[in-house]
């Protein structure tokens, strides 16, 4: 195992500044970020670095020592930066985002070309992200939960609602006639008996519907899962199947009649998406080009 440059630049910050929260300012990443770095540093080092007081961070011998071992090579390094900066055709800034798999098809992947920035894209579960959001990993994530870290905020953009779906060759007949007679109970017993579609990542999909409109938890598995939703889409298509995503995701093969919208429950279920971002933020041009390309796509 190696140390982390980026451990590194967050110690001469922290030494620098003489507190965790004017590094976390230079840094641009979140007070817990900087701790995280200073932590992991400290347990490869196996040297207590800092004497922590309630107003400074104060350098301990060893702290003194690593920082004057280090700074010369930091100072190259930041002077590298610069020069190549200088040279480089284009100054490109690189903008991380995290969002699900099926989200980025839908929204983004036509526009990559055209952004006068790099992009990242990260896909992964919703906590992880905004792990990493609050870290300093990602700038923008897409995600239905908010978090309680401090430094993030959360800003509501549109909503997502989570339908049943099926193959266009599933005999849904009776199942229609029970939800004409609001025959819940009927419906829920004959859905268990059919073949169901899901993601290992979007279980919690199938759970809330079920705990929505039939008040109780979904007592089968499914019988296939695939990785993502477009994979359930595509296999559903021309198919027999059932699944529970979002409306979003399958209003074009709806609409060209490869798969069929079943039910939107009782009382639609609805779920917030939500830009998150750091409060502070040097990318925030960026950031807010992405979230205007991203609503302009849900609007339509």
Known sequence: MRWNLEWIRTFKAIYETGTLSAAAQELFISQPGVSLHLNSLEAYTGYKLFDRSARKMVPTEKGK??????????????????????????????????????????TLEEHIATLPFNLII?????????????????????TPQKGN???????AFSKERLVLIAGNQTDTAEIEQHLANQQITAVSELLKQQLWYST????????????????Q???????????????IIRCLSD??????????????????????????????????????????????????????????????
């Open 65 to 106: 020592i690593l920082y004057n071992f280090v700074l010369e090579s930091l100072n190259k390094l930041e002077v590298a930066e610069q020069h190549f900066h200088k040279r480089a055709q284009t100054d490109r800034t690189t903008i991380s985002v995290g969002m699900c798999f099926e989200t980025f098809q839908y």
């Open 122 to 142: 990260k896909f992964g579960e919703y906590p992880q992200m905004q792990q990493d959001l609050d870290h300093g990993l990602l700038d923008l994530i897409i």
């Open 149 to 155: 870290q401090q430094n993030l905020e959360y800003t």
């Open 200 to 215: 290992a990542a979007d279980m919690e999909h199938l759970k809330n519907f079920w705990l929505a409109h039939f008040k």
């Open 217 to 231: 938890h979904p007592d089968f598995s499914p019988n296939y899962i695939v990785p993502n939703i477009s994979s």
């Open 239 to 300: 198919g027999v199947g059932f699944a529970i995503v979002p409306d979003f995701l399958c209003q074009d093969s709806i609409q060209s009649s490869k798969i069929k919208l079943v039910w939107e429950g009782i009382q639609p279920l609805e779920n917030t998406l939500y830009f998150g971002t750091r409060k502070k933020t040097m990318y925030a041009a960026e950031i807010g080009q992405l979230e205007e390309l991203l609503k302009e796509k849900w609007s339509v």
